[in-house]
């Protein structure tokens, strides 16, 4: 069983990450979605909504489930005998950001990461960017699925009423 994992905080799951999750199905046998922590962003959904938006985007692909994570995703990979952790590469700056943790990641256990280049539809798309133009009213209906959209909608409507 070649098993994989796509780790990320999913804040929310944006159609570029899709993408790499199906490209990923395609690779490996079966690939978990891993929704954890990145102690230097903060969270605009809880974990449950994460995981809930995840598991409804990727319903879908037969070979893909969805897993919450807390502690070092090697740990999760050890647990959940997984030897591959697939990243997206928009570009050089995540390439940047990867490398570390790619080669932390080896140190840690016996797993390999594997870079998947991004779509370049998606290059320019990420969580945090589609948070701060939905926060402003902007549309961002191209680059999440139509029931995210709603729920950034929401949430955003949300956040401007408690401010
Ligand atoms: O989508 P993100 O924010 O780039 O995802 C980052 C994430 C959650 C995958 C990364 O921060 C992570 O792996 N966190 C778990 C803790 C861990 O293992 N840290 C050491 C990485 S070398």
Known sequence: MRRAVCPGSYDPVTKGHLDIVRRAAGLFDEVIVAAGVNVSKSRFFSPEERLGMLETATADLPNVRVAGFTGLLTD???????????????????????LPMAQMNAHLADVETVFIAADPAYSFVSSSLVKEVASFGGDVGAFVPDFVLDRLTERAAERTRGA
Do not use: M, P, T
């Open 76 to 98: 999760f990979c050890r647990d959940n005998e997984v030897h591959a952790i697939v990243k997206g590469l928009r570009g050089s700056g995540d390439f940047e950001y990867e």
